[in-house]
């Protein structure tokens, strides 16, 4: 899962959880069998949304943009 985006205004409404529940619904439908967030280390507070919404930390992701 990757670039999901809540415009400020409608930052800390709940919307942000709304949409990553609404993923991990569509997701179990699909029968995935995981669903990785990715984020930059530097946004806390969407780490802590992951959290909060049952995602745990697993490694650390490396990349090169050429």
Not at 20 to 26: A, E, G, P, S, T
Request: with cysteine; aromatic share 10%.
């Amino acid at each position: 899962m990757e670039d999901v985006y809540v415009d400020e205004a409608y930052r800390g409404q709940g919307v942000g959880s709304e949409l990553v529940n609404q993923v991990i619904v569509l997701a179990k439908r699909a029968n995935c069998y995981k669903l990785i967030a990715t984020n930059r280390t530097s946004k806390s507070k969407v780490h802590e949304l992951y959290q909060r919404l049952g995602f745990t930390q697993h490694g650390v992701e490396f990349r090169i943009n050429l």
